[in-house]
């Protein structure tokens, strides 16, 4: 069965500082891999979504960006965080018929 | 491009009534729709699909939704809620065709009043 890692699950991180948040992935290859914001009471925001290595298309223009290293690892990047980066990133795996959802990470910018 | 609106932001209900979560979408081709659900401070959880077939789709603890093609609505039902149901529901959708990314509506909070 498939399975989706995450980490850190909690992060506290200044204004201006770095982001580095790693999703990988098991059970499958090749997948398409996703990147969702869900910001406090507000719906999930498509971010990122990848269908290969080294392939990213970006939905949301902002600070933030994504990259895919390998088949099975995508990781969201930011090179300075802004208070409004704050909120629960969810990494996500879709096949024909459905997503799966990694725990998440809760991001809280300060 | 596909869209999915939640009419209702947060919907209150006593424990034991029924209860319907409105879910429209706008796509051009054939679509697949999906409900997640997440509770407080858990990750998503899949409820139920519609890829084909039947438009009523029954998923897991009881809910149930249908699929309206001529008014591109997925609403998502229970004839009676629990405490235990009180989470964010997520209607979504995807283009009918292989490996399509996946687009979430805003949520409808769903709180049961004991």
């Known amino acids: 069965s498939q399975t989706i890692h995450q980490w850190p699950a909690t992060l506290v991180q200044p204004v201006g500082s770095p982001l580095s948040l790693e999703c990988t992935v098991e059970?499958?290859?090749?997948?398409?891999l996703y990147w969702y914001r869900q910001a406090a009471g507000r719906g999930l925001q498509l971010l990122f979504y990848?269908?290969?290595?080294?392939?990213i298309s970006s939905e949301v223009p902002q600070n933030l960006s994504a990259s895919r290293p390998q088949d099975r690892q995508f990781i969201l990047s930011s090179k300075k965080l802004l208070l409004s980066d704050s909120g629960f990133y969810l990494c996500?795996?879709?096949?024909?018929?459905?997503?799966?959802f990694g725990p998440g990470t809760r991001l809280t910018v300060t | 491009a596909q869209s999915v609106t939640q009419l209702d932001s947060q919907v209150p209900v006593f424990e034991e009534a029924p209860v319907e979560l409105r879910c429209n979408y706008s796509?051009?081709?054939?679509?697949?729709l999906f409900w997640y659900v997440q509770y407080p401070n858990q990750g998503l959880q899949l409820l139920l699909k519609y890829l084909s077939g039947s438009t009523l789709v029954k998923g897991i603890n009881g809910f149930e939704a249908e699929f309206n093609k001529s008014q591109t609505s997925f609403h998502l039902r229970k004839p009676s809620v629990h405490i235990s149901d009180t989470a964010e529901y997520f209607c979504?959708?995807?283009?009918?065709?292989?490996?399509?990314?996946?687009?979430f509506g805003p949520g409808t909070s769903l709180s049961v009043i004991p």
């Open positions: 059970g499958t290859s090749n997948p398409n």
């Open positions: 990848s269908v290969g290595i080294g392939q």
């Open positions: 979504a959708v995807s283009k009918g065709t292989s490996y399509d990314k996946v687009i």
């Open positions: 796509s051009s081709v054939s679509v697949y």
């Open positions: 996500a795996w879709s096949t024909l018929d459905r997503a799966l």
